[in-house]
């Protein structure tokens, strides 16, 4: 039977074209998405400037937050055997004319793969190097912002290497100034002598240097030191490739078993004929499962050179969008390869079994008389399975709407489109049934005659009507829903703005500000408070079953309340000094303390600390609120990220006019420049859409045309008894119209049932937010494919002569 298959495939080339289609994007999507997940498991970050360091010293890069080093250690290593010498290096964050930088010391040049090829080493204070890339020319004198000032600097070399416009490099004097942390330095880089062994050098500086607060580095490993922001970012990675790869097999299936099941009704005189003549229904499925199995492979083999471009590409929008690590390496090893592979060939072989299930069972005579106008679709596992679907879809949207709240509603409401979309798709002929019973007056009464005959066309042939409405139905529901929970979520979520009750806040384009800027805008007239905000990560050691997180908020004692939207339950905020800290309610109660009781915190760094309760609060984030002095001294660079400010915006601009590098945002705008967490479940639902829709196009084109592709007979006859062809254009145009509504009013109950619960989680209303604008794009272009891929392949088939066609298919 193979070879039958094999031989018989060049006479379907449509239906070949449409299964290897559909299973060739499947195949490179999950193979993409393994990669995806595997480079978030391995959470590879491979150095790019500190890649001519085979060894590094430097804190644990597994804590939060980089915790800085002795710069002895320099000294110590410089001792060990194997060792050339031993290089400190710090990162200061530096606003350049066109950007943000990172300035470094001179000397740790050596540990980098760039060279010096303009100018000199800078020797003074106002002397510094930069990129070629930068576009500064040597001898010129430029502003560079660090901790919100801006400092003149001239310009004496220039640079050359696999590095972009953001480096600076200082004096060695002046880089341990700007750094602003005496005898210590964020890493040492060891350099080796030639033919010293990388991890017998690194097992005796172990010994030599290493230790609680020290570890060694070499490989990857480097790179989680020179980018500290990348670290743990591959969850978010695993998390995306897992929902993204799973719904994608789902969505795939859905569109191979519809392709594969209409070509198989197009099949069934064929079957029902090679029945009649003694094949058995083993040899009829092994006969669809052959052909399957061969466009499957096809498939496959090629989607596989795919996937890695495809996955490498995805990898760097997510990076750019900021929902992954933009270092983070793509690795795709044979396991994701092997087990996309193996989900596609499955896949394909499980749609093709069901599909050609009902063709091998049914009796020859019955398969004859069906061959030309296709009747049965029920079955009793198809309804067991669409009672299953709508069931799970009615249960998760009681779920969504009376337990889940917030953004956690998303995990629930998701499912609960693709399961009501599983549903209606199995039960679309009674469906369809319906639909065209609903429309057949309204139809007629605005096509005339052919609105009539679409109408009868659609009623007499519904279930192929049914397979046309399913992909329609599928584009528009799942991306209306998933669009608009995206929508309803932003719209619903206060966020950042709605922690605050200050007026402004103050940030900056390097990302770090002076210690001083709080006490200078607090005495500015018409500014009520001012306060700092440094956030880090912290845990309870040792509580419940483990270590449990929480955010710290380093803040300004006495503007609190001011500034914060917090609500004192006990205590008194101002009494934030030294070792203390103010807890949630909700963590108060938790760990069972009271004010005036000593809690245990190991904050982002590692670094433990016993900290005073000295206020329970309410409201705002559910953080801790730290004194920021004792929060700077456990976080990166050591430096102010944010001040906040109530009063008067105006009364700033004496501040912006001493540090051109402040940018001053109202609360709105300091929302919108964070918002990661946010960004990931966009991307997710984004990236869903465009899949759905890529999965929705290809199978209705391809429903389309086949479907207008067997009825060449039945076009034939009505030329040849008058019809013209603008009549017959005429038809099938409302014949998808027809199409269209139905599948837009059974998308419209998916996205209905999915958004209302939403919304009642999110925000309490009945109704979800977003422009109606995005709905009439989605429902315009759905109904324009449908439109065009009718008419086009119903005029490629009547440039036939009605009399060859009528011949042919006798």
């Not at 996309?340 to 299930?357: E, M």
């Not at 798709?425 to 019973?437: D, G």
């Not at 045309?705 to 013209?724: C, K, P, S, Y």
Request: aromatic fraction near 6%; hydrophobic fraction near 50%.
């Amino acid at each position: 039977m193979l070879g039958l298959a094999l031989r018989t495939l060049r006479f379907r080339l449509g239906g070949f074209a449409a299964s290897f289609t559909a299973l060739f994007l499947g195949a490179a999507i999950v193979m993409a998405c393994g990669g995806l997940m595997e480079s978030g498991i391995r959470d590879a970050i491979a150095p790019q400037r500190l890649a001519g360091a085979p060894l590094l010293l430097a804190g644990d890069p597994a804590h939060l937050e980089r915790s800085p080093v002795p710069e002895a250690l320099a000294g110590r290593a410089d001792a060990v055997p194997g060792v050339d010498r031993a290089v400190p290096d710090v990162s200061i964050p530096v606003a350049l004319p066109g950007g943000d930088a990172t300035g470094h010391l001179w000397s740790a040049l050596a540990l980098t793969p760039y060279r010096l090829t303009t100018g000199r080493a800078p020797e003074s204070a106002d002397e510094v190097v930069l990129d070629a890339k930068s576009g500064a020319a040597p001898g010129s004198v430029i502003g560079l912002g660090v901790a919100g000032q801006e400092r003149q600097y001239r310009v004496v070399g220039l640079l050359s290497g696999p590095v972009d416009a953001g480096t600076a490099y200082f004096a060695d004097d002046e880089g341990r100034r700007l750094y602003g942390r005496p005898g210590r330095v964020d890493l040492v880089g060891v350099l080796l002598e030639p033919g010293a062994s990388v991890d017998a050098v690194r097992d005796a500086l172990a010994g030599a240097v290493g230790g609680r607060d020290v570890v060694v580095l070499a490989g990857d490993e480097r790179g989680a030191v020179e980018f500290p922001d990348a670290r743990g970012g591959g969850e978010d990675v695993i998390a995306l490739s897992a929902v993204f790869g799973g719904l994608a097999i789902m969505v795939a299936m859905f569109v191979v078993a519809g392709t594969l099941g209409l070509s198989v009704q197009q099949r069934h005189r064929e079957m029902a004929l090679l029945r009649a003549i003694g094949a058995t229904p083993g040899q009829l499925r092994r006969l669809v499962l052959g052909e399957t199995a061969f466009v499957a492979l096809l498939a496959t083999l090629l989607g596989w050179p795919l996937s890695g471009y495809l996955g490498q590409w995805l990898l760097s929008r997510l990076g750019a969008a900021g929902v992954a690590p933009a270092h983070l390496a793509f690795r795709q090893g044979w396991v994701p390869i092997a087990v996309g592979a193996g989900i596609s060939l499955l896949g394909g072989l499980v749609a093709a079994f069901v599909a050609g299930r009902g063709a091998a069972i049914t009796k020859p005579t019955e398969a004859l008389v069906e061959a030309s106008l296709q009747t049965r679709w029920f079955s009793v596992p198809r309804l067991v399975f669409a009672l299953v679907c709508l069931g799970g879809g009615v249960a998760l949207s009681i779920i969504t709407a009376l337990v889940m709240s917030g953004p956690v509603a998303a995990s629930t409401a998701g499912p609960t489109a693709m399961l009501w979309a599983s549903g209606l798709a199995l039960l679309s002929p009674a469906a369809a049934k319906v639909l065209i019973a609903l429309l057949r007056w309204p139809v007629r009464a605005l096509a005339g005659l052919a609105g009539y005959l679409a109408v009868l066309n659609a009623g007499a042939r519904r279930v192929r009507v049914a397979g046309a409405i399913t992909p329609v139905m599928l584009a528009t529901g799942l991306a209306t829903a998933l669009i608009y929970l995206q929508t309803t979520q932003e719209g619903g979520a206060g966020g950042f703005a709605d922690a605050l009750r200050a007026d402004a806040v103050i940030s900056s384009s390097s990302g770090s500000l002076p210690a001083e800027l709080v006490a200078e805008a607090a005495r500015l007239p018409g500014v009520e408070a001012a306060s700092a905000l440094v956030d880090t990560e912290a845990f309870f050691p040792g509580h419940g079953d483990g270590d449990d997180e929480i955010t710290v908020l380093g803040v300004t004692p006495g503007a609190v309340e001011q500034t914060l939207a917090v609500t004192v339950d006990r205590g008194s905020v101002a009494d934030l000094r030294g070792d203390a800290v103010a807890l949630p309610k909700k963590w108060a109660d938790e760990l069972g303390t009271a004010v005036g009781d000593t809690v245990e915190l190991r904050l982002g760094d590692g670094r433990s600390v016993r900290v005073e309760v000295v206020a329970v609060h309410t409201g705002g984030y559910e953080s801790a609120l730290m004194p920021v002095d004792l929060v700077l001294d456990h976080v990166n660079g050591g430096q102010l990220g944010q001040v906040l400010v109530k009063g008067s915006a105006g009364a700033l601009t004496a501040l912006t006019d001493k540090y051109p590098d402040l940018r001053v945002l109202d609360p709105a705008e300091a929302s919108s420049a964070g918002g990661g967490g946010e960004q990931t479940g966009a991307w997710v639902n984004y990236l869903l859409v465009g899949m759905i829709l890529a999965y929705a196009v290809i199978s209705l084109v391809n429903t389309l045309v086949i479907a207008t592709g067997e009825r060449r007979r039945e076009f034939a006859l009505q030329r040849l008894i008058g019809a013209t062809h603008g009549q017959i254009l005429r038809m099938v145009g409302v014949e998808a119209v027809v199409v269209s509504l139905g599948g837009i009013l059974l998308g419209g109950i998916v996205s209905l049932v999915t958004l209302i619960p939403f919304a009642l989680a999110v925000d309490g209303s009945w109704w979800p937010s977003g422009p109606i604008g995005i709905y009439l794009v989605i429902v315009g272009a759905v109904t324009g494919l449908t439109l065009l891929s009718t008419l086009l392949s119903t005029a490629h088939v009547l440039r036939t002569p009605p009399v060859e066609a009528a011949a042919t298919l006798s």
